[in-house]
Nanobody, 127 residues
Framework: QVQLVESGGGLVQAGGSLRLSCAASGRTFNRYTMGWFRQAPGKEREFVAAISWSGGSSDYADSVKGRFTISRDNPKDTVYLQMNSLKREDTAVYYC????????????????????WGQGTLVTVSS
């Protein structure tokens, strides 16, 4: 079992930046591929970014590529999402998630591939 707790959300003006954090506890953090998803009001939860257990591989949704950066600090059991040049359409509840990876460099893009989820943190981007 892995427990995930997100933090760092809030209200920011368009063009601004936020850094989300996701602290993990429970089983060994570095055994998991980590992902960030988001869910805007009235919309389905969607993939944002993923990073492999070692941090050597990562990928992003096209809508955030070049603006968001995912990273992880395994000794601190934490994954981050640095969000720059925020847009109003980035407004959503952001969730981190963990997928067992058995030390492979696989990345995962769908909700069903992730076994553990945090409670979410709200990001609101104003114009």
């Amino acid at each position: 079992q892995v427990q995930l707790v997100e933090s760092g959300g809030g209200l920011v003006q368009a063009g601004g930046s936020l850094r989300l954090s996701c602290a993990a506890s429970g089983r060994t953090f570095n055994r998991y591929t980590m992902g960030w998803f988001r869910q805007a009001p009235g919309k389905e939860r969607e993939f944002v970014a993923a990073i492999s257990w070692s941090g050597g591989s990562s990928d992003y949704a096209d809508s955030v590529k070049g603006r968001f950066t995912i990273s992880r600090d395994n000794p601190k059991d934490t994954v981050y999402l640095q969000m720059n040049s925020l847009k109003r359409e980035d407004t959503a509840v952001y969730y981190c998630a963990a997928a067992p990876s058995a030390f492979s460099s696989n990345l995962y893009y769908t909700i069903n591939e992730y076994s553990f989820w945090g409670q979410g943190t709200l990001v609101t981007v104003s114009s």
